[in-house]
């Protein structure tokens, strides 16, 4: 899988239009994408409201993960 970054006001809507229409119009039935998010740096709290709403949008769930590096 390859990971691609877009900017952040791309997100949300984009989550939700994915996990609410056909993303694969060849194969019969709907085909929908559920999307994740994970925060996990230092600045993942400054993103929390983002991550959320790009999940719920999404269909999926946020999860904040705690890294202890020291």
Known sequence: MMLTLVP????RPFSG??????????????QTVSTH???FSDGAND???L???T?????????PLKVNLS
């Open 8 to 11: 952040p006001v791309i997100y």
């Open 17 to 30: 239009r994915m996990n609410t229409y056909d993303v694969n119009l060849s194969i019969d039935g709907v």
């Open 37 to 39: 998010t994970i925060g």
């Open 47 to 49: 993103a929390k409201g």
């Open 51 to 53: 991550l959320t709403e």
């Open 55 to 63: 999940a719920n949008r999404g269909g999926g769930k946020y999860f």
